[in-house]
């Protein structure tokens, strides 16, 4: 098991309890490298975080993909790319739930790039809403922007 955060190969246990009633172990996991602590689960066979798509199909959780879309929307933004490492790696932890609408996973993008970058937010933004108008777009930016400041 790699660390998420920096690829390096040796890590230690540093606890583990049974999860989801004994169908699974929790693992918490420090990289000896960074020093980073991260999760992993071990099951009998399966299964990740799963995503509902607005078609109502499901699909598993992928911390690449989102990883993928927030590194667009950070794209020669001055975004250290390990915090976005963790915001995709982490996610899955951060949500005590078998399941999240996709719509959710990108309400909690947005709050996550409105406290790194202003721009990047902006560029998700445009893209993750089908904004009909510029209006509209401009009133979701409004709205948004009563979220928590900068930390
Ligand atoms: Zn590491």
């Not at 937010?121 to 979220?147: A, K």
Request: with cysteine; aromatic share 10%.
């Amino acid at each position: 098991m790699n660390c998420p955060y920096c690829s390096g190969s040796d890590t230690r246990v540093v606890n583990s309890r049974p999860a989801d009633e004994g169908t699974a172990i929790r693992r918490r996991r420090e990289c000896v490298s960074c020093g980073r602590r991260f999760t992993t689960y071990e099951r009998a066979q399966f299964e990740a975080l799963m995503v509902i798509k607005r078609s109502g199909r499901r699909e598993a959780f992928n911390p690449d993909k989102l990883l993928g879309k927030l590194s667009i929307a950070c794209n020669k933004r001055p975004v250290n790319e390990k915090q976005l490492r963790e915001f995709a790696y982490g996610f899955e932890d951060e949500i005590q739930a078998p399941e999240i609408a996709s719509e959710e996973i990108g309400v909690r993008a947005l709050k996550f790039l409105k406290s790194v970058d202003d721009v990047a937010y902006i560029r998700f933004l445009s893209v993750y809403r089908d904004f009909d108008s510029v209006d509209r777009f401009i009133e979701e930016i409004t709205r948004l922007s009563e979220l928590p400041p900068k930390k």
